[in-house]
């Protein structure tokens, strides 16, 4: 059931609201985890006092465990939080909790725009629902981590960066400069050559570089965490454990014995192959689909979504660090382009997508296998559900421009003569469209 203009106008900002205080209720229970939050306060609090971020002695319980007591993270981000130390570790505590709940609640409201589908009472509920379950989005209230802030800036990016190139490839520059590995986001402006909004980007993370590089103290100190035997173990705990998702690591785990899976096969030169194959495969195909996009005549929004829907997927296929709560990023291209395909049939990516979802959120965790045998595998339906986000996005992007072309052929068969091009092929996702009939 939709509702009216005015009603709209009205509306939005209770039901954000409404939808944030609801997510704050079904997950307020995990605001006494949050571990990755306490890390950043520790960092807030010992750069506030002139102290080492980078070298803070473990919390009690916490000992050997550096991958979740050492702060990684750039150090303008901890200069930015620094303030934090002024309040209570409760009311941080509450106050990041609030500050996800609200950036969950964007990925919706983004995602309506973005994805160009109009508000529903049943929609947005059933969002809801898939959020209470969604494996991403409940480690990240868990851990207290960015994920969904960063889920949402994203969705922002993508939302405004053909209209307002500038100022979206800003805010995409600021993400870069907390998190760099954000930084292959903009690979798709520059394959689209959409030169504007990469100056905003390189620009606004320039800028946010050279203040880090002013606070020389804390700069100094970050550079010698990189070249650190402490950063340099944290990498290894992260390709060789449980935790992390990324192509290096499945890689590793299945083809050497340098992790604690045992392996399918100990060939190490295919894990190195497919460190970097499966990104650069992946990458190459990309390309290929957004050139075609481009020259289909699709309206540039409609190619945006369906370039976005590829997007993400290839990031996370590249990146060396893709935790259980970075998965989050997909949240809103899995609702929204599994509602697309529903509305305009694409049957083989909705299968693909809702596969991808129930594959992505099996409740398997480490401590229901065997340590010594094949079961633990069954830790890699993460990165299985990845693969097939991207096959989904793939399909779809695909069968859209099957659609277009054939109905752009049957269009341009019927037109008289004195018409002008078909080229009115808008948006192949709309089902009952005369264009697609």
């Not at 954000?182 to 203040?211: E, P, S």
């Amino acid at each position: 059931m939709s509702i009216s203009r005015r009603q709209f106008q009205v509306r939005p900002p209770l039901l954000f609201l409404l939808g944030a205080a609801f997510m704050l209720c079904m997950k307020v229970q995990h605001s006494i985890c949050q571990w990755d939050l306490l890390v950043y306060y520790e960092a807030a609090k010992a750069v506030w006092q002139g102290m080492n971020p980078y070298d803070l002695p473990a919390k009690e319980g916490y000992e050997g465990l550096t991958v979740l007591t050492v702060y990684l993270y750039p150090p303008l981000f901890a200069r930015v939080l620094s303030p934090l130390h002024w309040l209570p570790v409760e009311a941080v505590r509450l106050s990041w909790f609030v500050i996800q709940a609200l950036c969950f609640e964007a990925l919706y409201w983004f995602g309506l725009r973005l994805f160009g589908q109009r508000f529903g009472w049943i929609s947005w509920m059933v969002f809801h629902l898939v959020g209470i379950r969604y494996d991403g989005v409940e480690t990240d209230f868990r851990a207290g981590n960015t994920a969904l802030m960063e889920a949402a800036a994203i969705t922002a990016w993508a939302t405004f960066h053909l209209r307002r190139p500038v100022v979206s490839g800003s805010w995409l520059g600021v993400l870069t400069a907390v998190k760099p590995f954000t930084v292959f986001i903009l690979i798709w402006d520059i394959v689209g050559k959409r030169w504007r909004a990469c100056l905003g980007t390189a620009a606004t993370a320039g800028l946010l570089g050279f203040v880090m590089f002013c606070d020389r103290p804390l700069f100094d100190r970050y550079r010698e965490f990189l070249a650190s035997p402490t950063f340099q173990n944290i990498m290894d705990e992260h390709t060789v454990g449980i935790f992390n998702h990324a192509t290096v690591s499945v890689a590793f785990r299945l083809f050497t014995d340098k992790t604690m899976f045992l392996p399918v096969l100990v060939f190490p030169p295919l894990a190195y192959f497919l460190t970097f194959a499966v990104p650069l495969l992946a990458w190459l195909a990309a390309f290929s689909i957004w050139r075609k996009l481009e020259d289909s005549g699709l309206s540039a929004d409609v190619a945006n979504r369906l370039g976005f829907g590829l997007l993400l997927p290839t990031v996370l296929l590249t990146t060396p660090r893709v935790a259980d709560y970075t998965l989050v990023w997909l949240l809103g291209p899995f609702f929204f382009q599994t509602w697309v395909c529903w509305k305009a049939r694409y049957h083989g990516a909705l299968i693909l997508y809702l596969t991808a979802g129930v594959v992505g959120n099996l409740p398997i965790t480490g401590g229901m296998l065997n340590e010594d045998t094949f079961q633990l595998h069954w830790l890699h339906f993460r990165y299985a559900s990845l693969a097939l986000f991207w096959f989904a996005g793939l399909v779809m992007a695909r069968a859209a421009l099957r659609r277009t072309n054939g109905a752009a052929n049957f269009m341009k068969d019927r037109k008289p003569v004195n018409s002008g091009p078909a080229t009115g092929l808008s948006d192949p996702t709309e089902r009952g469209s005369k264009t697609f009939c």
